[in-house]
Structure formats: C-alpha cells, structure tokens
C-alpha cells in the first residue's frame, strides 16, 4: 500500500523557519516526482512546490519562491520543505503528494496521487 | 499565471440527481485538467486525470469532458458518498499549478 506520512508542523513565529518531511513507503520512491500542496483552514488547495525523481527539476509557487526549497533523498524514500522567512499567510496544513508521470518530467503534467494527510503549521507571534 | 475559476462554487442536490461542475481555465490548457475530491478531514482524492482518464478505482459515474479553456466534471447518479467539495487543477504550465477555488456539493 502506498503510503505519505508528513511530519515536522508546528508553531513558528513570524520570520522563523521550520522544515518539513515526507516518508514514502509503498512503492518505487525514485520512479516518481513529489509536490507539496497546502490548505489554509477552511480555504481552498494552493501548491506549493514540485521535484522531479532526481532532483534536477524543480518548481515553486511564487508566493513562495526564494523562501522555500524542495528536496529530496531517493535513499531515504523522504521528501522535504525547508520553510525560511515564514508569514502569517503560510499559515496551512501542508500535503505532500507523488506526481504519478514517468519520472516527474514537466512534458506529462504534474497532477497528484495519493495525497498525505498532513501537517499543520501554524505561524504566529 | 494561468487563472482556473470553477462554477458554481456551491451547488445542493439530491441522491440520484445528475449533476455536473464547471471549470474554466483563463486560457487554453489542451486537456492538462485534472480532478479532485476532497471530504472533510480527509487528504484530496485523484478522480480524473487528463480532461477525461477515470483514476483507477473511481466510479464510473464520475465523468470529465472538455479541452482548451471549458471543462466539466459529471456525476452521473449522486450517491451519499459524494457529498464533498471538488477541485480542478490545471498542469498545462507545470512547473506552475493552479487550483480552482473548489465547489461544495451538499445534500438537499
């Protein structure tokens, strides 16, 4: 059974930074891309970020380009998201997801199956 | 940025109706359309993929149709399980993705 489980939300004030992770179990982790998406309570979904199998590619939201960085570690079946420089409106429970193209390559489109059930991070002073 | 705007944003039906959500993309997106359903307190669920590509294991009453700018998501014979809020998501412009801002389906 393919499974995400996310881990490292919490409380952070504003201008902190916090990192996320994401271990895969289940299937072939370096056969596929991986995305984050978040979901700012009672709003709708936002992606995040987005990582091809390797590494070599790799996509940010602008709201929050130049903040955060994506990566990952094939041996450790794990994706991360580091979160510098944190706002108020980063405030979400934050998805990591597989992208189920060959290799995460941009000529297929991203889209997103399954999906993790989250972690919450909150920022607030 | 490619904008995705989905009508209605809410809509009330009953078990057994046929009912059928828009998406518009604010430019052509060939059939770089995906769906999702997303239940309260629950991850979001891939439907279809690709404008119209049933993700294994999803009902066949769940339908999608439509290319470049128009799309729509079509449940054929509402069950109590599909009360749930449905998004659209462009990946025409990948590594860029957009959402649609979600259309909650209740129970009348």
């Known amino acids: 059974e393919v499974q995400l489980v996310e881990s490292g939300g919490g409380v952070v004030r504003p201008g902190g930074s916090l990192r996320l992770s994401c271990a895969a179990s289940?299937?072939?982790?370096?056969?596929?891309?991986m995305s984050w998406v978040r979901q700012a309570p009672g709003k709708g979904l936002e992606w995040v970020s987005g990582?091809?199998?390797?590494?070599?590619?790799?996509g940010y939201a602008d709201s929050v380009k130049g903040r955060f960085t994506i990566s990952r570690d094939n041996a450790k079946n794990s994706l991360y998201l580091q979160m510098n420089s944190l706002r108020a409106e980063d405030t979400a429970l934050y998805h990591c997801?597989?992208?189920?193209?060959?290799?995460?390559?941009?000529?297929?489109?991203?889209?997103?199956?399954?999906w993790g059930q989250g972690t919450l991070v909150t920022v607030s002073s | 940025d490619i904008q995705m705007t989905q009508s209605p944003s809410s809509l009330s039906a009953s078990v057994g109706d046929r009912v059928t959500i828009t998406c518009r993309a604010s430019?052509?997106?060939?059939?770089?359309l995906n769906w999702y359903q997303q239940k309260p307190g629950k991850a979001p669920k891939l439907l279809i993929y690709?404008?119209?590509s049933l993700q294994s294991g999803v009902p066949s009453r769940f339908s999608g149709s439509g290319s470049g700018t128009d799309f729509t998501l079509t449940i054929s014979s509402l069950q109590p399980e599909d009360f749930a809020t449905y998004y659209c998501?462009?990946?025409?412009?990948?590594?860029?993705?957009?959402f649609g801002q979600g259309t909650r389906l209740e129970i009348k």
């Open positions: 998501q462009q990946s025409y412009s990948t590594p860029q993705i957009t």
């Open positions: 690709a404008a119209s």
């Open positions: 430019q052509s997106i060939s059939s770089y």
């Open positions: 289940g299937f072939t982790f370096d056969d596929y891309g």
């Open positions: 997801a597989r992208i189920p193209t060959k290799k995460g390559g941009y000529s297929s489109g991203w889209f997103f199956d399954p």
């Open positions: 990582i091809n199998w390797n590494g070599g590619s790799t």
